[in-house]
Each structure stands twice: as structure tokens, then as C-alpha cells.
């Protein structure tokens, strides 16, 4: 499912949070891939997408692999050294104070939990305080669209007239003296 902007926007400021930030290493996150509706490409270093309440979302990206986030808007951020990444890290999340990663509070949710210990430490350096994704998952991963509900409500409506009719069957089977078997 790709996102669009202006309403995980407004689902962030509804639940009084700075921003969303995404990150991932090797494909560890499935999650941020399928929101993020990213292509398949090669990603072996460490990338950071983060989406403010307000304003223009921004990527960070390895000098390596520039265009890794190509798919996705916003200003690019680059890094190569650890130092690079810290301090570029700082800007991509500027005045930001809480912000949504895949993190679940001692792990009570583990499907979120996609971001290592070590990460959540290098975010909270910058002053962000880290906290779960799983509401925004939740509507961004698990709501169908309207073509999966009418699919979902097709099939229903099938599935119960044939339960219905199997009951049927079994009714009159039962009132006739020739109850069913599995093999009838």
C-alpha cells in the first residue's frame, strides 16, 4: 500500500506526534517497504525516511547508494561516516520530539518490532523520544482498501449461501431418515 502524504500527516498530528520515522537495514522492515510502497532495489546500507506532522518528509541515505530511496518525495540527506550519519540524522528529524518508529515497548507487540535496541538508542541521542508505531501500522498495513472489502463482502455473501444450503441439506436428510455422511 503506498501512502499518501497529506493524511499520514493529519494521522500524526492526531496522535500528537512529531513525525514517523522509517528505517531499515537489508530489508529488515517489511513494514516500512510495504507503507513506503518501495520497489524492490538493492538496499544493503542503512536508510532513514522520515515523514514530519508538518512540512516535507526527508530521506537519509548512504553515498553508496544515493538513489535508494529514489521512489519516495523529499530532500536527501547523504552519509558515509558514523559522524556523517549522526549529524545528518539530527537534521532529518530537526525540532522533532516524538516520533513513531517499528518499536514496541519491551517487545509486547513483536510483528512492529523491526528496529534494533541500538538504533532506538542512536534516535534518542538526538534528543527524539521513540515511541510505538503500531496505531499507525495498524491503519496503514491492516485497513482494507475499498476493493479488498468488496471482495471480502462478495466472498461473505457466497460463503453463507452455501452454509446455509449445506444446512438445508442436512435438514431434510435428517427428516427423510438418510442423515449425510462425509462421503455423501
Known amino acids: 500500500m503506498s501512502f499518501i502524504l497529506s493524511e ?10 512529531h513525525g514517523w ?10 513494514i516500512a517497504q510495504r507503507v513506503l510502497a518501495l520497489p524492490p532495489g538493492m538496499r544493503t546500507r542503512r536508510w532513514f525516511y522520515f515523514v514530519p506532522a508538518k512540512g516535507s518528509p526527508k530521506k537519509l541515505v548512504h553515498k553508496i547508494e544515493a538513489e535508494s530511496l529514489a521512489a519516495v518525495p523529499g530532500e536527501t540527506l547523504y552519509y558515509s561516516a558514523q559522524e556523517e550519519l549522526r549529524g545528518n540524522l ?8 516524538k516520533i513513531a518508529m517499528q518499536y514496541s515497548p519491551k517487545n509486547e507487540i513483536p510483528y512492529v518490532a523491526m528496529v534494533d535496541a541500538g538504533t532506538i538508542e542512536l534516535v534518542r541521542s538526538t534528543g527524539a523520544k521513540v515511541v510505538s508505531s503500531a496505531d499507525l501500522v495498524q491503519k496503514y498495513e ?6 479488498q472489502l468488496e471482495s471480502h463482502l ?5 460463503v453463507d449461501r452455501i452454509v446455509a444450503e449445506a444446512f438445508q441439506l442436512a435438514v431434510r436428510g435428517v427428516r427423510e431418515g438418510r442423515p449425510l455422511t462425509e462421503h455423501g
Do not use: I, T
Open 21 to 30: 520515522l522509517f528505517y531499515d537495514f537489508r530489508g529488515r522492515d517489511p
Open 90 to 97: 539530527k537534521k532529518l528529524l530537526g525540532h522533532a520530539k
Open 8 to 17: 499520514m500527516q493529519s494521522d500524526l498530528r492526531a496522535a500528537g506526534l
Open 142 to 147: 491492516a485497513v482494507w482498501s475499498p476493493e
Open 154 to 158: 462478495y466472498a461473505a455473501k457466497h
